[in-house]
């Protein structure tokens, strides 16, 4: 049997400073390493042993899956890194102070924002300090000016099924360090949740997540937490 395991990154820099991230690169924490440490100890201690890696391209999310890997004795398995698994693009809010946001736009607008599936925030302006079109990262990808969920939904389902999906077909056990939204996005699509559920929805950090495939290539059984395994 086939298994997925999901990891939202450790808490970033802008988790603990509660400003919108996006797209924009921080690294972790002290607090976000430690938590990146311990999910890859606890996959030793379950004996949940990755053999394929996926991750995206920013930088928290790299770090976890290294630290993650480091602690299970397994960052010599192969890795692919893609923009498509990169964290919802917060458009015009990338950068600000969430509690300051809230104060200028109204608690309902915010709210909006981050937590409605298909409304996204403004455009990021062009030529801000947060503008990535010009990040040598992206070279050639079309850098989103924002994005919701739904839109978010719609670059990670075609890059699971065209490149992870098949991963998981001939067996292997693959692990995938994302974010928050991404990893929503796969977690709607996996365990048929709502476009009204999936709001509500929160992921967090550190934390593995586990599916176990049939020979369908669905799920056999329902997510569940590793720690709680």
């Not at 430690?34 to 999910?39: C, G, K």
Request: glycine share 8%; aromatic share 8%; with cysteine.
């Amino acid at each position: 049997m086939s298994k997925l395991i999901l990891v939202r990154h450790g808490q970033s820099e802008w988790n603990l400073a509660n400003r919108f991230t996006g797209w924009w690169d921080v690294d972790l924490t002290d607090q976000g390493v430690a938590e990146a440490r311990a999910a890859g100890q606890l996959l030793r201690e379950k004996r949940l042993m990755p053999t394929v890696a996926y991750t995206s391209l920013q930088t928290r999310a790299i770090k976890t899956l290294h630290l993650a890997l480091e602690a299970c004795d397994r960052l010599w398995i192969p890795e692919t890194k893609d923009w498509r698994l990169n964290e919802r693009h917060y458009g015009g809010l990338t950068g600000l102070d969430k509690q300051q946001t809230r104060e200028k736009h109204g608690e309902e607008q915010v709210h909006i924002w981050r937590r409605s599936f298909d409304v996204p925030p403004p455009d990021i302006e062009e030529g801000s300090e947060f503008d990535l079109s010009g990040d040598p990262r992206y070279a050639g990808i079309p850098v989103p000016r924002t994005e919701s969920l739904k839109l978010t939904i719609e670059r990670v389902l075609p890059y699971w099924e065209s490149d992870i999906l098949p991963r998981l077909s001939s067996g292997e056990t693959v692990i995938i360090s994302a974010h928050g939204n991404s990893l929503r996005a796969l977690v709607k699509h996996l365990s048929g949740i709502s476009d009204e559920e999936i709001t509500g929805l929160e992921i967090p950090t550190g934390q593995p997540i586990v599916y176990e495939f049939g020979d369908n290539l669905r799920p056999a059984k329902e997510r569940y937490y590793l720690k709680d395994a």
